[in-house]
């Protein structure tokens, strides 16, 4: 039995070193589907620039609002009215228009010729074209400012997604080694279980393990899954498409100070302009609806051919609602009461964009300071421990319990520095985002 244990454990050292424990995991590649694309983050951006839907929506919306513009500016069209006589009954005819004969011209009498042509135009009085015009560029800026804060918040997702699929890839590398070196494991000992050489609880142990890893690895699946299809998203890609990331940006180790975030923040988030704007857009319709108190001016002119005053009458029109009853009363106090709204809104919007700076700040001193209480040569002693693992379990100096007690803290540290790296790009992508200005 001591001479078959012997053997066994040799077969087991010449198995591991066959499978290169202790090489490097993240050099190897998963497999990626045919259909891949590999891009840097500026390259993936000038693709989402140009074919994410949802910027291309909100720019035509900025053509809508401009095209209102436009029509805010033209003035009514005039109206042309004409009036003529259909039948007359006492000379039984249709449509008399023949001019009246010498005789009944004589008499007064007109039986035939009559018409009548009337030209309006409606005058708007208290500037209210100018007034509509300026409500409509508010309604522009509005656009166009909302324009920018999707942009901001796509541009915040495309990045924290790409980084999250970035590290998530990396984790799931260390997984599928770990996987494999299992597996292989767990069939040599499945071979010995059916000599004796090793006890059924051993074989159950590296089976839960096993188990263990399966689970892990279909999470980060998932996680991929739903990246890879936000990222489909953003960029217009088939079905299909499997993008890899390339790189990321190197991670810098200082931020800028914190007052100048909280100014740029202030200076340069587009939704505290849209809430200075919309005060903008409220006081400018409120100037609207004060100038409708005024009723519009119509005028015109009139001719009429054989009519009741003379041959050919020409008369001068004009005519205007009398502001008794309906002054835009109720449009002119709802203007009112949205002005106080989006005024009492902006000082809350002031302090939400505070509030976003502090706490993205807080998140980011927490990462610097995990990885500056790191000590020097960290990540080398933590590679350190697979070969150092792999070299005490061949030399019988540590049992296989205890080898993949090593191993899984190899992993678990990998891990770890996946998850602070991650970390550290998303709460600087988060400050970039906060302050609408690329500190990092």
Sequence with gaps: MFRFRFYYACFLSAFLLGLGVGSPLLAQTAATPADTIRQSLPQLEQLFLERNFQLLAQRYQIDMADAAITQAGLRPNPNLWFQGNLYNPQTHKVLPFGRPSQADMDAGIYNSGYYAVQLQQVIQLAGKRSKLVALAESN???????????????????????????????????????????????????????????????????????????????????????????????????????????????????APPLATALDSAQAHRPDIAITQEQINNAQRSLTLEKARRTPDLTTGLLFEKYGNAYVNFLGFQASMDLPVHNRNQGAIRSAETNLKAVTSGLDNQQVVVQSDVLNAYDKLNTYYAQLNERPDGYLDRIRNISVEATKAYNARMIGLLDYLDKIKTYQQAQLNNIDLMNNLFQSQQLVNYVTNTKFF
């Design 140 to 254: 522009k800026s509005l656009a166009q400012l909302a324009f920018r804060d999707l942009m901001r918040t796509l541009h915040y997702q495309l990045y924290s997604t790409y980084a999250n699929l970035y590290y998530d890839l990396q984790a799931l590398r260390l997984f599928e080694d770990e996987l494999a070196r299992q597996q292989r494991l767990l069939e040599s000992y499945r071979i010995a279980l059916q000599s004796g050489g090793v006890a059924p609880y051993e074989v159950t142990r590296l089976e839960v393990a096993l188990r263990d890893l399966q689970a892990n690895e279909a999470n980060y699946r998932t996680q991929i899954a739903d990246e890879q299809a936000t990222l489909r998203v953003l960029l217009r890609q088939p079905a299909q498409t499997f993008i890899l990331p390339s790189e990321l940006p190197t991670l810098q180790r200082t």
